[in-house]
C-alpha cells in the first residue's frame, strides 16, 4: 500500500508515463485495492517501476493485464547524459531487481511499450519473449496523411463524404456501448466488460482530459459507427470502436479513424491503431498509411497444470 501511494505520487510527478501505467487508469480498470507496484530506488528517488495486476482463477495466481490494457511494462527513469552501453547495464539491474521482487505466480505475462526494446534480463531469468505488433502514424502532415492513404481507403472516405456521412463528438456513451455490443454480437462471443465498467473508465478519463468519443450519422441522423480515443503526453490510441452491421459499407467507420488521425497530427501527437494479430484487420490498419511497429510481450508459467493446458492448446 505504501509503494501504492508513493507510485501515485510519482505519475503525478512523470508525466511521461504511458497513459496505461498511470495510477489513476488502474484504479478504473483494476479496482483502487486490485493492483500493486514494484518500485525500485535509489537515493530516495524512484529509478524503475512497475505496476502489475494480480488474478486469481481456480486457485492459480495469474499476473496478467487487465481489461483494455494494451501495455504495461517498466518505465524506467534513466539518470541524465548515459552512454548507450550505461543505458543497457541500467536497464538490466533494474529489470534484475524487479523479479526478485514479483510475488509468487503461477503465469506471468506482460506486454511493453515499442520504445522498450532491452528483454533480454528477463530471457537470461527464463522467460519468454513473444513479438506482437502495433501500428501507428506520426510526424507527417495532413497533406502527407492524404498521399499515404491506400486507394481503397481513400475510396471508402470519399464515398462516406459523398452519401452525406458526417463526424461528430459526443458524451453519448450509452450510444457507444451499444454500438459496440453489436461487434461482438456479430462475432457471436460475449462483450468482456459490462457498461458500468465502460462508463466508470469514461468519467475517469474524462477527469484527466484523455478522453473523446467519435460518432458518425447518416444522411438521416441515423448513428452508424463510433470509437473511443484515449490519450497521454505522447499519443492518441484507438482504444476500441463499434459498427451498426446493416450500416457498415457507408464508410462510417473509416471517416471516423480518419478524423482520429487528424486529431492526433493537430496534437503532435503518435496516432495509435494498438494494432491487431489478425490478417484482415492487419490490412484494414495498414491502409491508413500506417508504420508497423514491433512491441513484445514477456511470459513465464511456473504452474504445471497451465503448462500442460498451453501444450495441449497449442497441439
Known sequence: MISR?????????????????QAWWLDAVCGKDNWSVILIEKGGKICASMPYYIKKKYGQTIIKHPLLTQTLGIYFKYPTGQKYSKKLSFEKDMINQIVDQLPKFDKFTKSFNYKITNLLPFHWREFSINVDYTYTIESISMEELEKTLETNTRGRIRKAIKYGVEVYESDDIKKFYELNKMTFVRQQVDIPYSFEFINNLYQKCKEHNACKIYFAKDSSGFVIACNFLIYDETKVYYL?????????????????QYESIKFALKNNKVFDFEGSMIESLEKYTRGFGAIQKPYFRVTKVNSKLLKLQEFLKER
Do not use: A, H, V
Not at 13 to 18: A, C, H, L, T
Open 240 to 256: 476500441m470502436g463499434g459498427i451498426d452491421p446493416s450500416k457498415k459499407d457507408l464508410g462510417g467507420m473509416d471517416i471516423i
Open 5 to 21: 501511494e508513493k507510485y501515485r505520487e510519482f505519475c503525478q510527478k512523470e508525466s511521461s508515463i504511458p497513459i496505461f501505467s
